[in-house]
């Protein structure tokens, strides 16, 4: 089992940053890859970052892409979500997620956190 808890989330004007937080806990963390998944309300969870166990490979969503970096701390079993230049459009719950390989799919995770909110102002 990897337990993962969110934090970060809050509420900002559109325009400006924040950074999300996940620690885990558990089986070795150095071991998944580690996605951040956000669904909005009344939407479907959406893909919007990964990374691959050792970070040496990271994934954006075009919505996101240039304005979202995701980095993983292996030493303190934790990966981050930094977001800037945020916008209205990125208001969502916003999880982070483990698994094996690294992937777009949320299928493919198998661990998952309890979500953080984040609300971004216009």
């Known amino acids: 089992q990897v337990q993962l808890v969110e934090s970060g989330g809050g509420l900002v004007q559109a325009g400006g940053s924040l950074r999300l937080s996940c620690a885990a806990s558990?089986?070795?963390?150095?071991?998944?890859?580690m996605g951040w998944f956000r669904q909005a309300p009344g939407k479907d969870r959406e893909f919007a970052a990964s990374?691959?166990?050792?970070?040496?490979?990271?994934y954006y969503a075009e919505s996101v892409k240039g304005r979202f970096t995701i980095s993983r701390d292996n030493a303190k079993n934790t990966v981050y979500l930094q977001m800037n230049s945020l916008k209205p459009e990125d208001t969502s719950v916003y999880y982070c997620?483990?698994?094996?390989?690294?992937?777009?799919?949320?299928?493919?995770?198998?661990?998952w956190g309890q979500g953080t909110q984040v609300t971004v102002s216009s």
């Open positions: 558990g089986r070795t963390f150095s071991n998944y890859a």
């Open positions: 990374i691959t166990w050792g970070g040496s490979r990271t």
């Open positions: 997620a483990a698994a094996r390989w690294q992937s777009r799919s949320s299928n493919e995770y198998e661990y």
